[in-house]
């Protein structure tokens, strides 16, 4: 099972502040990697596949990088709404795997 | 609109069964994968199992924690996947969300989930 890790656990922004969050595999996943943003009582929304594609309806100030084992998601000028816990997760290898998760909270 | 609705959650005691529904509108149900993802009481996500189209064989995948016990299947005549519960345990207890999957271009769309409670 590849393990994805995620640092840091929680990340103190002040709105306007640029956020970036880190994501590690195991094992190389290519650039089968995506990232979501879960808020509490809510669905969890894609942001980012194959790595850095923002899917349908993202702003651009949502980016992804990397390839191999190394990710970043950056949120270029953290919004309001931005406030959230965001997962990264490959899907090159069965079974999926999910990383533990970022908070990022308002500083 | 597209959009995926779970149901059948609720509270059940350990060892027994339960079966969530999750029920597809806006688009062609049986062109797209479906997987199962949960998230325990102040957890992150886990990814539960997974179910292929039709044309790709209407086959599963299941994560190691549950093999054995869930099972997932399809009904594409009625836009509907379910995901089968046996031998529930005290640490299935999670939101259950259905997903649809475009495999390496994530799940792209989340259902709004349904609480599986298992507890004596």
């Known amino acids: 099972e590849i393990v994805m890790t995620q640092s840091p656990a929680t990340l103190s922004v002040s709105p306007g502040e640029r956020a970036s969050l880190s994501c590690r595999a195991s094992?190389?996943?290519?650039?089968?990697l995506a990232w979501y943003q879960h808020k509490p009582g809510q669905a969890p929304r894609l942001l980012i596949y194959?790595?850095?594609t923002r899917a349908t309806g993202i702003p651009a100030r949502f980016s992804g990088s990397g390839s191999g084992t190394e990710f970043t998601l950056t949120i270029s000028s953290l919004q309001s709404e931005d406030f959230a816990v965001y997962y990264c997760?490959?899907?090159?290898?069965?079974?999926?795997?999910f990383g533990q998760g970022t908070k990022v909270e308002i500083k | 609109e597209v959009q995926l609705v779970e149901s059948g959650g609720g509270l059940v005691q350990p060892g027994r069964s339960l079966r969530l529904s999750c029920t597809a509108s806006?688009?062609?149900?049986?062109?797209?994968?479906i997987s199962w993802v949960r998230q325990a009481p102040g957890k992150g996500l886990e990814w539960v199992g997974f179910?292929?189209?039709?044309?790709?064989?209407?086959?599963?995948e299941y994560a190691a924690s549950v093999k054995g016990r869930f099972t997932i299947s399809r009904d594409d005549s009625k836009s509907i996947a379910y995901l089968q519960m046996n031998s529930l345990k005290i640490e299935d207890t999670a939101v259950y969300y259905c997903?649809?999957?475009?495999?390496?271009?994530?799940?792209?769309?989340w259902g709004q989930g349904t609480m599986v409670t298992v507890s004596s």
């Open positions: 997760q490959q899907n090159d290898n069965w079974p999926r795997t």
């Open positions: 194959g790595a850095s």
């Open positions: 179910i292929r189209s039709k044309a790709y064989g209407g086959t599963t």
């Open positions: 806006g688009f062609t149900f049986g062109d797209y994968a």
């Open positions: 094992q190389s996943v290519s650039s089968n």
């Open positions: 997903t649809r999957d475009q495999w390496v271009y994530g799940f792209d769309i």
